[in-house]
């Protein structure tokens, strides 16, 4: 089946950096775009960052210039670094990827304190 285990938040300073990785299982993942979302307490779940498989990035404005999205197909990983981090930042992280239907993984919490 479709696994996507996400690593890598935590609590970082006003400023600083987290690196986030996905690891996915069950798809041929060259084939896909893989992308990142967020969700702030009381908000909705957005976009943050897509990687198509030929690897073209896009980002949400609020993270452009900060944010990098990467992937590393020989080991079927996505990676989100993140630098220049911002209170608002804050939010549970999801990889998706749609290859049929959503799928997503479990989240990580990233928090940014000032």
């Known amino acids: 089946q479709v696994q996507l285990v996400e690593s890598g938040g935590g609590l970082v300073q006003a400023g600083g950096s987290l690196r986030l990785s996905c690891a996915v299982s069950g798809i041929a993942f060259t084939a896909y775009s893989m992308d990142w979302y967020r969700q702030a307490p009381g908000k909705q779940r957005e976009l943050v960052a897509t990687i198509t498989n030929a690897g073209s990035t896009k980002y949400a404005d609020s993270v452009k210039g900060r944010f990098i999205i990467s992937r590393d197909d020989a080991k079927k990983t996505v990676n989100l670094q993140m630098n220049s981090l911002k209170p608002e930042d804050t939010a549970v992280y999801y990889c998706?990827?749609?290859?049929?239907?959503?799928?997503w993984g479990q989240g990580t919490q990233v928090t940014v304190s000032s």
């Open positions: 998706h990827v749609r290859p049929w239907r959503d799928y």
